[in-house]
């Protein structure tokens, strides 16, 4: 039988294996410091040693690249396509709210660059 540890986000690869108590027929979890340690569990809900240990799913820690490229492409389309029918994003609408130097009442003093 495949045995696979589930991983907590505080626990940062440390596996916590969860076992069935064939007494009580409830589920303990059982935190150890590697995959390899081995250790007797007992149960949390009646204290037997009685337990087999259950198949449960597993995380994989992602990084931010690895979940980008996971994405539907179809998905980038749909947010180039918002970004172009919003105004904000044709720049000429911003270069025309401008009023030149030459037309300003009161341009203040000239900067020099």
Same mark, same amino acid.
């Given at each position: 039988?495949?045995?696979?540890?589930?991983?907590?986000?505080?626990?940062?690869?440390?596996?916590?294996?969860?076992?069935?108590?064939?007494?009580?027929?409830?589920?303990?979890?059982?935190?150890?410091?590697?995959?390899?340690?081995?250790?007797?569990?007992?149960?949390?809900?009646?204290?037997?040693?009685? %337990?087999?240990?259950?198949?449960?799913?597993?995380?994989?820690?992602k990084?931010?690249?690895?979940?980008l490229?996971? %994405?539907?492409?179809?998905?980038?389309?749909?947010?180039?396509?918002?970004?172009?029918?919003?105004?904000?994003?044709?720049?000429?609408?911003?270069?025309?709210?401008?009023t030149p130097y030459?037309?300003?009442?009161?341009?203040?003093?000239?900067?020099?660059?």
């Amino acid at each position: 039988m495949g045995v696979f540890p589930h991983f907590h986000a505080e626990a940062s690869l440390m596996p916590v294996y969860v076992y069935e108590c064939k007494q009580c027929n409830r589920t303990s979890e059982v935190f150890q410091r590697s995959v390899s340690a081995t250790s007797q569990p007992v149960c949390d809900h009646c204290g037997s040693g009685d %337990l087999q240990r259950a198949v449960t799913s597993f995380a994989v820690p992602k990084s931010e690249i690895d979940r980008l490229q996971q %994405l539907d492409p179809r998905y980038y389309r749909k947010v180039d396509d918002a970004i172009a029918r919003t105004p904000e994003a044709d720049p000429m609408r911003h270069l025309q709210k401008m009023t030149p130097y030459s037309a300003a009442s009161d341009p203040g003093p000239k900067i020099d660059f």
